[in-house]
């Protein structure tokens, strides 16, 4: 079949970036500069110009710019994304006829039979032998062209473009016997302004970015149970708790303070003390079977307190610099009002039950999952979307959203894209330990971060191979990762062998390697390890089923820790970013190095951090660290300093072979900024690297 228009001679491939040929939405953050790159080519010889087209959504014009050529056929553009919410980009590339013009001028002009150095024994000059070049039929060709440039061109352009074409024709008529380059650059520079678009091409869609703002980048998490938060040992937490004790956590360096559901907790079959199937009379059950006669996904369990003490825990919470982050765990409590109400919205057996939540052989009865192949859906998104915008209206901006990838998916595409509509700085969290294609769709249909793998990745060559694959495109221009070593569902294996070394050293990797982490507070600062059994994740006497005491005081406690580590990550922008991740090798399989920078300001110096990790929580490790300098910025020639940024020891390093040795119990890590650099010379340079 033939085109629509044949003439359009400009094909336009590999435009990155771009999720899944452009069926999702590549995701920035605002004051982002987003590069594009694009393969840019046509037939022949002729020249090509392209602009990158980009607009935020609520602009009805075209923002331009123009694209530069590289090698091999690849051009790039960049824009700054200065609003949340939706961008669309394109590009627009044509054929240059002025520019090709322009080229192919100078060649002949350089070819021009030039008079040459005369042989002295003959009376004639010399001259060289090369073909006629038809420059005069050349100038009237440009000429031509600066006629149809003109007439694109307004005002005092479009007069200096005439007035050009006059001067071409004239030249062209001296048929002088030699002729020089007849235009500026700033003459060639006008004429671009004007170019011929009519044979234009564009790709077949548009292209959209989704920008979030700083806070899907970069988050420090802190999860606790508001009931386990009483002072006094026979009562039960509320708000007003959890609120005195907001200066600690914000003290501590996090931003983000996560609530387990805070609504009402059901009775029947409620469960017990470690997960039993038998509550006593005084077990409060698990925050997760949620709903009750009292209310469902919009009410609150009354024994935390009143909506008026949650509306003011929110703003107590953003007092302190912080933001409240609410789970949304879309499953119901056999006494939800939505089993009475909309039965159709759950899974019944033949024997007219219905199906309670279940992971063979483990079972939920106190839980019912919804039903997305209803014959209501409509009705059961639209109430879904209901319970985000509640909370939203009570001022919540972070929602880590319970397992996601237990509901449908096309669901999550519409609920985000919906809020988002009004509210472009809302952020999701998804927890979703689940298959890799099933957690990057998530993130692509809309989700700002999700946990990942790295609770399970112990071993070197897994965290590397891991990360690089979640810290580069294509995957990072889709999925942002939020690590945690622990949760109230996972104690991994190595927390529970490795003792207080190892919780050290999960810390320091999960807040180096990841610009976003959280931990599930109390129990991680004060080393919770014991399993409910041997082989399980599930933690001896679960905060999920009963109330805990946390001694926030503990001598052993890692506050202090928390505290620097949270202090580094807050100082030094290289980690606040994923993208600069970068792995040096090491010849001990038990240690592990990584490099993270920031480009510097006209304020600020680049900012580079060096990370060096004892991955065996038992034994002393060391090992020579083969550092790639030219990836730090750093000179063959040179002695450069770093500081340890966890006990403020200086060391001099030279070249590339450098030794490390780590005792996990005292500090199983190196957090090294490089902060100046010597030459060999030994003159100092006082420029940060």
Same mark, same amino acid.
């Given at each position: 079949?033939?085109?629509?228009?044949?003439?359009?001679?400009?094909?336009?491939?590999?435009?990155?970036?771009?999720?899944?040929?452009?069926?999702?939405?590549?995701?920035?953050?605002?004051?982002?500069?987003?590069?594009?790159?694009?393969?840019?080519?046509?037939?022949?010889?002729?020249?090509?110009?392209?602009?990158? #087209?980009?607009?935020?959504?609520?602009?009805?014009?075209?923002?331009?710019?123009?694209?530069?050529?590289?090698?091999? %056929?690849?051009?790039?553009?960049?824009?700054?994304?200065?609003?949340?919410?939706?961008?669309?980009?394109?590009?627009?590339?044509?054929?240059?006829?002025?520019?090709?013009?322009? *080229?192919?001028?100078?060649?002949?002009?350089?070819?021009?039979? !030039?008079? =040459?150095?005369?042989?002295?024994?003959?009376?004639?000059?010399?001259?060289?032998?090369?073909?006629?070049?038809? =420059?005069?039929?050349?100038?009237?060709?440009?000429?031509?062209? #600066?006629?149809?440039?003109?007439?694109?061109?307004?005002?005092?352009?479009?007069?200096?473009?005439?007035?050009?074409?006059?001067?071409?024709?004239?030249?062209?008529?001296?048929?002088?016997?030699?002729?020089?380059?007849?235009?500026?650059?700033?003459?060639?520079?006008?004429?671009?302004?004007?170019?011929?678009?009519?044979?234009?091409? *564009?790709?077949?869609?548009?292209?959209?970015?989704?920008?979030?703002?700083?806070?899907?980048?970069?988050?420090?998490?802190?999860?606790?149970?508001?009931?386990?938060?009483?002072? /006094?040992?026979?009562?039960?937490?509320?708000?007003?708790?959890?609120?005195?004790?907001?200066?600690?956590?914000?003290?501590? +360096?996090?931003?983000?303070?996560?609530?387990?559901?805070?609504?009402?907790?059901?009775?029947?079959?409620?469960?017990?003390?470690?997960?039993?199937?038998?509550?006593?009379?005084?077990?409060?059950?698990?925050?997760?079977?949620?709903?009750?006669?009292?209310?469902?996904?919009?009410?609150?369990?009354?024994?935390? +307190?009143?909506? *008026?003490?949650?509306?003011?825990?929110?703003?107590?919470?953003?007092?302190?610099?912080?933001?409240?982050?609410?789970?949304?765990?879309?499953?119901?409590?056999?006494?939800?009002?939505?089993?009475?109400?909309?039965? %159709?919205?759950?899974?019944?057996?033949?024997?007219?039950?219905?199906?309670?939540?279940?992971?063979?052989?483990?079972?939920?009865? /106190?839980?019912?999952?919804?039903?997305?192949?209803?014959?209501?859906?409509?009705? #059961?998104?639209?109430?879904?979307?209901?319970?985000?915008?509640?909370?939203?209206?009570?001022?919540?901006?972070?929602?880590?959203?319970?397992?996601?990838?237990?509901?449908?998916?096309?669901?999550?595409?519409?609920?985000? *894209?919906?809020?988002?509509?009004?509210?472009?700085?809302?952020?999701?969290?998804?927890?979703?330990?689940?298959?890799?294609?099933?957690?990057?769709?998530?993130?692509?249909?809309?989700?700002?971060?999700?946990?990942?793998?790295?609770?399970?990745?112990?071993?070197?060559?897994?965290?590397?191979?891991?990360?690089?694959?979640?810290?580069?495109?294509?995957?990072?221009?889709?999925?942002?990762?939020?690590?945690?070593?622990?949760?109230?569902?996972?104690?991994?294996?190595?927390?529970?062998? +490795?003792? +207080?070394?190892?919780?050290?050293?999960?810390?320091?990797?999960?807040?180096?390697?990841?610009?976003?982490?959280?931990?599930?507070?109390?129990?991680?600062?004060?080393?919770?390890?014991?399993?409910?059994?041997?082989?399980?994740?599930?933690?001896?006497?679960?905060?999920?089923?009963? =109330?805990?005491?946390? /001694?926030?005081?503990?001598?052993?406690?890692?506050?202090?820790?928390?505290?620097?580590?949270?202090?580094?990550?807050?100082?030094?922008?290289?980690?606040?970013?994923?993208?600069?991740?970068?792995?040096?090798?090491?010849?001990?399989?038990?240690? !592990?190095?990584?490099?993270?920078?920031?480009?510097?300001?006209?304020?600020?110096?680049?900012?580079?951090?060096?990370?060096?990790?004892?991955?065996?929580?038992?034994?002393?490790?060391?090992?020579?660290?083969?550092?790639?300098?030219?990836? !730090?910025?750093?000179?063959?020639?040179?002695?450069?300093?770093?500081?340890?940024?966890?006990?403020? =020891?200086?060391?001099?390093?030279?070249?590339?072979?450098?030794?490390?040795? !780590?005792?996990?119990?005292?500090?199983?890590?190196?957090?090294?900024?490089?902060?100046?650099?010597?030459?060999?010379?030994?003159?100092?340079?006082?420029?940060?690297?």
């Amino acid at each position: 079949m033939k085109p629509a228009e044949g003439r359009k001679r400009v094909i336009i491939e590999e435009i990155r970036p771009q999720v899944d040929c452009g069926r999702y939405s590549a995701r920035r953050i605002l004051g982002d500069r987003v590069e594009v790159s694009a393969a840019i080519f046509s037939d022949g010889h002729d020249h090509v110009a392209a602009h990158l #087209l980009y607009k935020h959504a609520s602009e009805a014009q075209w923002r331009s710019t123009p694209m530069t050529a590289l090698t091999n %056929d690849m051009w790039s553009a960049s824009f700054i994304v200065d609003h949340l919410g939706t961008w669309t980009y394109t590009i627009q590339a044509w054929v240059d006829h002025f520019d090709t013009w322009c *080229a192919d001028l100078k060649k002949r002009l350089a070819a021009q039979p !030039l008079l =040459i150095q005369p042989d002295p024994a003959s009376p004639e000059p010399a001259k060289r032998d090369l073909p006629p070049q038809d =420059i005069p039929l050349a100038f009237t060709i440009g000429a031509s062209l #600066l006629d149809q440039i003109a007439a694109r061109a307004k005002g005092k352009d479009a007069q200096a473009l005439k007035e050009l074409a006059i001067s071409l024709r004239w030249m062209a008529g001296k048929n002088s016997p030699l002729y020089e380059y007849p235009l500026s650059p700033e003459i060639e520079e006008l004429a671009a302004r004007y170019p011929d678009l009519s044979f234009a091409s *564009a790709p077949e869609k548009e292209l959209h970015l989704w920008v979030d703002r700083e806070r899907a980048r970069f988050s420090s998490w802190y999860e606790l149970f508001p009931r386990s938060t009483s002072a /006094d040992p026979t009562r039960h937490g509320t708000f007003a708790d959890v609120e005195l004790l907001l200066p600690e956590i914000a003290a501590m +360096g996090f931003d983000i303070l996560y609530l387990p559901p805070i609504h009402p907790i059901g009775m029947a079959f409620r469960k017990g003390l470690n997960n039993s199937a038998t509550a006593g009379p005084e077990d409060e059950g698990s925050p997760w079977a949620i709903g009750s006669p009292e209310g469902g996904h919009e009410a609150i369990h009354a024994k935390l +307190g009143t909506f *008026a003490d949650f509306d003011h825990l929110v703003a107590a919470t953003h007092a302190n610099g912080m933001e409240l982050a609410l789970d949304i765990a879309f499953q119901c409590s056999p006494d939800h009002p939505w089993v009475k109400q909309h039965p %159709d919205w759950f899974l019944h057996r033949p024997d007219g039950t219905i199906q309670y939540a279940e992971n063979p052989p483990k079972k939920y009865q /106190d839980i019912y999952p919804l039903n997305f192949e209803s014959s209501d859906w409509r009705a #059961l998104w639209d109430e879904l979307r209901s319970v985000f915008q509640f909370w939203i209206d009570h001022g919540v901006r972070v929602f880590r959203v319970d397992n996601p990838h237990t509901k449908a998916l096309p669901f999550w595409e519409w609920c985000i *894209a919906d809020l988002h509509k009004k509210s472009p700085d809302v952020l999701f969290l998804a927890e979703a330990f689940t298959r890799p294609h099933v957690m990057y769709s998530l993130a692509k249909g809309g989700f700002t971060q999700s946990y990942t793998y790295f609770t399970w990745r112990t071993e070197k060559s897994e965290l590397q191979a891991y990360f690089e694959e979640i810290a580069k495109p294509p995957v990072s221009d889709f999925f942002t990762p939020n690590v945690w070593p622990n949760t109230p569902d996972i104690l991994h294996a190595s927390l529970q062998t +490795g003792g +207080g070394a190892a919780f050290m050293q999960r810390l320091i990797l999960a807040t180096t390697l990841a610009a976003s982490y959280g931990i599930y507070g109390p129990a991680y600062e004060l080393g919770e390890n014991l399993p409910a059994k041997p082989g399980s994740e599930e933690y001896l006497h679960s905060e999920k089923y009963q =109330i805990r005491r946390w /001694d926030r005081s503990a001598p052993h406690s890692l506050a202090p820790l928390v505290t620097r580590l949270n202090q580094i990550r807050r100082t030094n922008p290289a980690l606040q970013s994923d993208l600069s991740l970068y792995f040096h090798p090491v010849d001990n399989p038990q240690m !592990l190095c990584y490099s993270k920078s920031a480009a510097g300001t006209d304020s600020e110096p680049a900012n580079v951090i060096l990370v060096a990790v004892n991955l065996d929580p038992h034994n002393e490790q060391a090992g020579w660290i083969d550092l790639d300098l030219k990836h !730090l910025g750093i000179r063959h020639d040179e002695i450069f300093d770093v500081e340890d940024l966890l006990t403020g =020891i200086h060391y001099q390093w030279h070249d590339r072979s450098n030794y490390v040795a !780590l005792r996990p119990t005292v500090m199983p890590a190196h957090i090294f900024r490089v902060t100046r650099k010597v030459t060999l010379s030994g003159m100092l340079d006082i420029t940060t690297i």
